[in-house]
């Protein structure tokens, strides 16, 4: 049961928002007939506390200077990120038939150029907390209270670059950059812990001097006090919630796949999908 509040006095639940990421994200899908689905249905819920719990944003303006910024240096989870945006009104939803068509303001990789709200063009993996890094110290100059939050991916975790800027976020006291790391224990071709990751991932972090949380990221209100604590944490240390997720979480047929970094669906299935979805819509 989530019993999180929503931001802003809106009377709309934290499962309501996810529930209408993953909707949104499978119709996306639809359109192309695959895609990176199992990430999208398996971050909704972090997205949804991150758009309607814990951002400061203006949706009409995206590019406000007291914006928190939200970087995903997975241009992969674009699906992600763009049904979110489009459920905080900051994408609108008649563009959802474009996704990933040529000249649409969705690509299938996100690109900061195109679309509003895309902070930066991710996708060659290892390189948003680097750049995140250097926005933080940007904002922390200038004097601007803004967060700096950069989504990436346990396959990031095999870039060395990732480590780097790790070390240097801490060099710099980062305390305005918070790092979500989604853990869906998955790579392009097998298991993250089978690969470079098979470590406990928040000591990991801790050990190199980060306030470092890990969490079930399918749980609502877990994720939301992750969030909180991150924000309010004293202390001049950069943050880390890991959120342990599960690819195609809420698709149950989906889930079951044994590989998910890019699913492929029969036009039948989608309507399935959508009718499992919709039959445990919440409040
Ligand atoms: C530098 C770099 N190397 C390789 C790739 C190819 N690639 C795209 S997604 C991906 C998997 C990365 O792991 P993760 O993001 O955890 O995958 P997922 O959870 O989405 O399956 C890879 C290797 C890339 N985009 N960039
Ligand atoms: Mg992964």
């Known amino acids: 049961m989530n019993t999180a509040t929503p931001k802003g006095g809106s009377n709309v639940s934290l499962a309501r928002r996810a529930w209408a990421i993953r909707r949104n994200a499978l119709r996306m899908g639809e359109v192309q007939g695959q895609g990176y689905i199992g990430q999208a249905l398996g971050v909704a819920d972090v997205l949804a506390v991150s758009y309607f719990h814990a951002l400061n944003y203006r949706a009409a303006e995206p590019e406000w200077e007291g914006r928190d910024r939200f970087l995903l240096s ?3 989870y674009a699906i992600a990120l763009y049904a979110a945006m489009i459920e905080a009104g900051i994408l609108p939803e008649d563009e959802i038939g474009t996704y990933g068509m040529d000249d649409s303001r969705m690509p299938m990789s996100g690109m900061a150029a195109y679309t509003p709200g895309m902070e930066i063009t991710g996708g060659s993996l290892g390189h948003g907390l680097g750049i995140a890094v250097g926005m933080a110290l940007g904002l ?5 209270p803004a967060f700096v939050y950069n989504m990436l991916s346990d396959g990031e975790l095999g870039e060395g670059s990732t480590w780097e800027a790790v070390m240097s976020a801490v060099q710099w006291k980062l305390d305005n950059l918070i790092a979500i790391v989604d853990f869906n224990d ?3 071709d097998g298991k993250t812990t089978a690969a470079l ?8 972090w801790s050990a190199f001097g980060w306030f470092a949380q890990e969490v079930d ?3 609502m209100d877990a994720v939301v006090a992750a969030f909180d604590a ?5 202390g001049d240390q950069p943050r880390v919630i890991i959120c342990n997720t599960k690819m195609c979480k809420g ?4 889930e079951d796949r044994e590989i998910t970094h890019f699913v492929r669906v029969e036009p039948e299935e989608w309507a399935r999908a959508l009718n499992i979805l919709d039959e445990g819509k919440p409040q």
């Open 140 to 144: 922390k100059r200038k004097k601007n």
């Open 217 to 219: 990221g399918n749980d």
């Open 74 to 76: 997975i241009g992969h």
């Open 186 to 188: 998955q790579q392009a």
């Open 251 to 254: 698709i149950p047929f989906l």
């Open 197 to 204: 990751a098979n470590v406990p991932e928040a000591g990991r």
């Open 230 to 234: 991150a924000r309010a944490h004293k």
